[in-house]
């Protein structure tokens, strides 16, 4: 008798794009009091940029689903050029992430996996390098910098550079 497992990581496909939207919004931290924005932030450019037009070159996403749920979590990578950079911009060639897991599956070092997929995937693809931005009061930031993110740009948000 086989078990399947209750949890895989694959690569997402084309048609599974718009999921990067719902995640984008989960990426949103939100401090603990505060409440989340309407979910119309996405529409702003600095947010769709994410996620609209997949399939661009450079575009990498992992997704982790459930057996039964489906999706749960996202980590997936962008370049960004100038004049439509996003938070975490370092230059042209160097892909900025995102990652986010549906709340009920966070703090099971899933993110952890995923992360690890898609760096891996990214390297593979021939990247050097990937950064990040996150808010300071993200307790995700301490994942990052084990991960060995290093900060290249300070603020409340600061942007992080790892090396493949």
Known sequence: MSIEPVFKIRRLVKDESSYLRE????AIYVPPGE?????????RSELSRYFENWGQFGDLAMVLTHSKKGLIG???IRLHKKPNMGYG???DSIPEMNVAIVPKYRGLGLGTQLIRSLLESAKNEGF?????SVDRRNPAISLYLRLNFKEVKSGNSPTLLLQL
């Open 23 to 26: 995640m984008l919004f989960l």
């Open 35 to 43: 409440d989340p924005p309407k979910r119309a932030v996405l529409n």
């Open 74 to 76: 996202a980590c997936w």
């Open 89 to 91: 911009y370092v230059d």
């Open 128 to 132: 050097k390098k990937i950064s990040l």
